[in-house]
């Protein structure tokens, strides 16, 4: 499931769409080691098969995991060859390619999933290409959706905050507050609180509220650079996409 990454964009979770120009931000903190055997393992399941479409998914799950989006993107578009009605490869294929900007090609294979099924993983993947678009009050009412079906998911009000914070919605702090200082927040909600915090002009109170959150301070700098970049370029500041 894309979303066992929490990450993206954008955990597979998407989404957390914010990110950072070094290629590092948003990367799970999983060893590199056991994803090449994962990979390696995948590879020889596909040299006894090309048509394996469960190897290319895993393939497709891994680079994810470790935001190699472009290879991500590769693995996926050859699923939906095998498979294109593949609802795991539509989902997987619109994170990549709202983490390389490609938000058409992202909203076309996102509507394609929600289409087929209206959960709340395909809401947020669908979100993340509106807002790619500028197309933030639709990203918003995607998430409102995903909200319905379950009110207090992370990754849903994670993007949510993100989402009001490109509308310039004073709700956007209080929202990723929430969110960071929930018991089950993990180091993407932490960097998305500095994110939009810097957004709305708030860093004084992330400062305050974010004591012991599991960010350095060079982190904390890096984010929050980005952050203020994004109060006047909107998405066009941030550069990867963090996984779902």
């Given at each position: 499931?894309?979303?066992?990454?929490?990450?993206?964009?954008?955990?597979?979770?998407?989404?957390?769409?914010?990110?950072?120009?070094?290629?590092?931000?948003?990367r799970s903190p999983s060893p590199t080691t056991t994803s090449d055997q994962r990979v390696a393992t995948f590879r020889a399941d596909l040299s006894r098969n090309p048509s394996d479409i469960n190897a290319l998914l895993g393939i497709g799950e891994e680079y994810s995991r470790l935001a190699f989006w472009s290879k991500?993107?590769?693995?996926?578009?050859?699923?939906?060859?095998?498979?294109?009605?593949?609802?795991?490869?539509?989902?997987?294929?619109?994170?990549?390619?709202?983490?390389?900007?490609?938000?058409?090609?992202?909203?076309?294979?996102?509507?394609?999933?929600?289409?087929?099924?209206?959960?709340?993983?395909?809401?947020?993947?669908?979100?993340?290409?509106?807002?790619?678009?500028?197309?933030?009050?639709?990203?918003?009412?995607?998430?409102?959706?995903?909200?319905?079906?379950?009110?207090?998911?992370?990754?849903?009000?994670?993007?949510?905050?993100?989402t009001l914070a490109l509308m310039r919605d004073p709700r956007a702090y209080t929202v990723q507050r929430s969110v960071a200082l929930a018991p089950d927040s993990d180091f993407r909600h932490h960097r998305n609180f500095y994110l939009v915090a810097a957004m709305m002009g708030q860093e004084g109170g992330a400062i305050r509220d974010g004591q012991g959150l599991s960010l350095s301070d060079s982190e904390i700098k890096a984010v929050t650079a980005v952050g203020r970049k994004a109060r006047t370029q909107g998405m066009a500041a941030f550069g990867l996409a963090t996984k779902f």
């Open positions: 499931m894309l979303r066992s990454a929490k990450t993206l964009f954008f955990g597979a979770a998407l989404v957390v769409v914010g990110a950072c120009e070094d290629g590092n931000f948003g991500a993107s590769g693995a996926y578009n050859e699923a939906l060859i095998v498979d294109g009605g593949n609802r795991q490869a539509k989902l997987g294929y619109s994170v990549a390619q709202s983490a390389l900007g490609q938000f058409a090609s992202a909203l076309q294979h996102a509507n394609g999933a929600l289409q087929q099924k209206a959960d709340v993983e395909a809401y947020i993947v669908t979100a993340v290409a509106l807002n790619g678009q500028g197309r933030h009050a639709e990203a918003k009412a995607m998430l409102d959706g995903a909200l319905d079906i379950n009110a207090r998911d992370l990754d849903v009000r994670n993007n949510l905050a993100l």
